[in-house]
């Protein structure tokens, strides 16, 4: 992964300075300062009526610039025997991306700015509007424990899922609610198209506690295992 990781960095670090600077701050995002670091998942059926196939590997450190805030983030997947390598240049105080680059069974190349999401998915050509900046949905974790969170707490935010644009709503479960782990922790509710994810995120820390995925298809639903983690600076 090290290795992997390098190379990347050493690719495109240079393209961090001339990358776009002047992206709008959403206000929904606290100023993120997250270490870099290692983190490891793994995706494991509740009751283990199906063996887990899903597990994947993301490491991001800061590129050594003193003048711009920017980050790179490689994650490695597999799921059902395929693997697929996906990295990502973004901004490290705001977790806004600049530019994902995904290699696989498929490959892809594209750019963010305010208002596009630009590029290539093999043959394909993306041109996408968005309203307003677009986070990737490799680091949603991370920008849902970065909010503003609150008991009530509402937002609804545009994340690029690989292929499409989708609007995901993030939502706090109000105080009274059953949680898990006390009362030191938020109930993170993540409504996608076909999932809802729901975290339990330490209100100190912002660590997630505990991490449940139920597909809205068939109701099932997993653990998401973290092995190592980041943590705030």
């Known amino acids: 992964m090290r290795w992997l990781f390098a190379l990347v960095a050493g690719l495109f670090g240079a393209v961090a300075v001339e990358a776009q600077t002047a992206l709008t701050v959403p206000r929904t995002v606290i100023d993120a300062r997250m270490r870099g670091g290692v983190t490891r998942y793994r995706l494991v059926p509740e009751g283990r009526a199906q063996p887990d196939t899903t597990a994947w590997t993301v490491e991001w450190r800061r590129l050594k610039s003193a003048d711009e805030p920017f980050a790179v983030q490689v994650m490695i997947a597999t799921s059902h025997g395929e693997t697929t390598i996906d990295s990502l240049l973004f901004n490290y105080r705001t977790l806004t991306p600049v530019w994902e680059h995904v290699h696989g069974a498929d490959s892809q190349a594209v750019e963010f ?47 690029w899922d690989g292929d499409h644009l989708e609007m995901d709503t993030v939502r706090v479960r109000p105080p009274g609610t059953r949680q898990g782990n006390g009362a030191s922790a938020w109930v993170v509710d993540f409504v996608e198209p076909y999932a809802t994810e729901t975290l339990w995120i330490d209100r100190t820390s912002r660590r997630v506690l ?24």
């Open 210 to 233: 505990r991490h449940v995925y139920t597909s809205t298809r068939d109701g099932t639903r997993s653990i998401v295992l973290v092995s190592s983690g980041v943590g705030h600076s």
């Open 113 to 159: 700015s305010t208002s596009r999401i630009t590029g290539r998915s093999g043959l394909r050509r993306i041109d996408i509007a968005t309203p307003g900046v677009a986070y990737s949905s490799t680091m949603d974790n991370i920008v849902i424990q970065c909010l503003a969170l609150a008991a009530g707490y509402h937002v609804v935010l545009p994340f």
